[in-house]
């Protein structure tokens, strides 16, 4: 595995992801210009050159805007025109040679602060501030705060959902297998539905499954988030070892929670319901070797601007720590 940020790209956030130990960087493009609608070549390159000037390597683009794939993901008209720049996105990153695109299929996803939570000042250890989900919270909440206004008024079955996806895939994946892009679906956070009249379909194991059954290719698997894998009622450890094992694992946010829906807070990376070295040896034991991401790390005392550099340093070094000790037994075991 290797360990990898996601965050800011400015300099002084490269060289601090590169003084702890780095190798790899999951992003998206914070500066593209979004009127375009798909991730430019000259975007691409200029981000990457920057990104490699900082001693890294970029293995993921994360994240596509959701003005840029909201018609995809509802069925509505112009859907295929963002398919069309979806592949445009998909040859620029071929050319560019970044060979992972993580997206989403819910219409609002966690991110920004976590964006999909019901708290964002829940206390953990030490008074330490995590978000936190309570799916009863949101019971008949309004679409206005839950939904772009693409969506408002709106309603979509688990039926509808599919229908959408599969349309989706049977359209991009030959153009990804073309550009050599792994496509990385990342499950919906929080893994419950439906929120706000809209159905969220990739919340259990069975469904990650037929997604990556529904257009079989090597291009496409999962970004896979332990937190919310961890979210979904379940063996964690079980998922790891089924979805690795098929080589449908091409990055991973070592993320860890209190528990399963319908509510759970976030914690420490030594504080979930998983245990992460656990998690590790399984990842190893299936075969997996990729990114792997610290994510959604508490908020410390010491860091009260949301910049969270010392909760991610603690992390990352907890992080490395466990990938040591997986290297030691494994050149023991040869």
């Given at each position: ?70 018609k995809i993901k509802l069925g509505l008209p112009g859907r295929d025109e963002q398919i069309d720049n979806w592949c445009r996105t998909l040859d620029n990153m071929g050319a560019a040679g970044i060979p992972v695109l993580g ?169 979930g319901h998983v245990d992460p070295m656990a998690s590790l040896r399984a990842y190893e034991e299936a075969g997996v070797d990729c990114p792997m991401i610290d994510d959604h790390v508490p908020r410390l005392a010491i860091d ?31």
């Open positions: 595995m290797k360990l990898a940020v996601n965050g800011r790209m400015d300099a002084e956030h490269l060289a601090f992801a590169r003084q702890l130990g780095v190798t790899d960087v999951v992003n998206g493009v914070p500066d593209c210009d979004l009127s375009k609608g798909y991730y430019s070549f000259h975007d691409l390159s200029l981000q990457k050159a920057r990104i490699e000037d900082a001693g890294l390597i970029w293995s993921v683009l994360e994240g596509v805007p959701p003005e840029w794939c909201d997206y989403f299929f819910s219409l609002r996803n966690v991110g920004g602060n976590y964006g999909l939570r019901t708290s964002k000042s829940t206390r953990s250890r030490g008074g330490a501030v995590v978000t936190s989900f309570d799916y009863e919270q949101i019971r008949g909440a309004r679409q206005d705060y839950w939904h772009p206004p693409v969506a408002r008024d709106l309603e979509r079955s688990d039926e509808d959902m599919w229908r959408n996806v599969a349309y989706f895939l049977e359209a991009v994946i030959p153009t990804a297998e073309k550009a050599g892009v792994r496509m990385s679906l990342h499950p919906d956070d929080p893994p419950i539905s439906p929120i706000a009249g809209i159905a969220r379909v990739f919340r259990s194991h069975e469904a990650l499954s037929r997604l990556v059954d529904l257009v079989p290719s090597d291009c496409n698997g999962l970004g896979f988030c332990q937190g919310t894998i961890s979210e979904i009622p379940g063996d964690v450890l079980d998922a790891i070892r089924y979805f690795g094992g098929r080589g449908k694992i091409n990055y991973v946010h070592f993320r860890f929670v209190s528990g399963p829906v319908p509510t759970f807070s976030e914690t420490f990376i030594d504080q009260p601007d949301d910049r969270h550099s010392t909760s991610r340093a603690y992390a990352l070094g907890y992080m490395k720590a466990l990938l040591d000790n997986v290297g030691k037994r494994r050149e023991g075991a040869a």
